[in-house]
């Protein structure tokens, strides 16, 4: 992946882990385009980035989809990267009185059906473009997932294998991609809780080593992949999947 002299859009760019991202890549030099589809977020990183380019974006609504790219094809043609970062997560207990699926429901809908309408809107803008690279953020999750985020977990390992496949076709269209794949990190992704949380790997020393390991090209098989999130990739293949899933998922 190229690190400078890139024009890239950063989806689910307006806060944690996507927007420090954005901000890292917008600093090298980079034209950086934040998607959202919260417009008051969109205005905050205008008033505090205003280099950084919003653009509103509803990964739900396939219309929302279509006048994002006709919008990126009209003014920024020369787009050869795509950071698919947009995801949601809520904690499930199946076992709960009036349990329904709808929590489920929307994360397949934003992790997974949000993911492929980017692909199928946003890639053929990287074709031909040197440096073109689609990197997704996943979670360590999705090699071990944690019991009381099921469908979280799964739409993680859905992405994990998917990419696979998608690296694979694109071998030869000059299209890098990659998979980004954090361990716990402090953003609001479940909750402000987890923003404090001290158990959790503070964002920017996330970011600052994942833009260490994209200078050093150091993302075997593609998988981008920080110091604390290697131990959970390496588990099952190490014989070490029960003892990790039973760490992570106490009887009690």
Known sequence: MKMTGNTMLVTGGT??????LAEAFHDLGNTVIVAGRRREMLDEVAMTRPAIMG?????????????????????????????????????EDVTAEGWDSSAAEAM??????????QLAAFMPLLAGKDGATIMTTTSNLAFVPRATLPTYCATKAFLHSYLQSLRWQLRGKNIEVLELAPPYVATELSGRHQATDPRAMPLDAFVAEVMTLLERSDHSGGEVLVERARDTRSAEREGRYEAL???????C
């Open 108 to 117: 397949v809908q934003t992790n997974i059906t949000g993911v492929l309408r």
């Open 245 to 251: 899933f039973a760490t992570m998922n106490p009887a």
């Open 55 to 91: 653009l509103h974006l509803d990964l739900d609504d396939q219309v929302s989809v279509q006048h994002a790219e006709e919008k990126l094809r009209r003014h920024f043609p020369a787009l050869n990267v795509l950071v698919a970062n947009a995801g949601i997560s809520s904690m």
């Open 15 to 20: 806060s944690g882990i996507g927007r420090r």
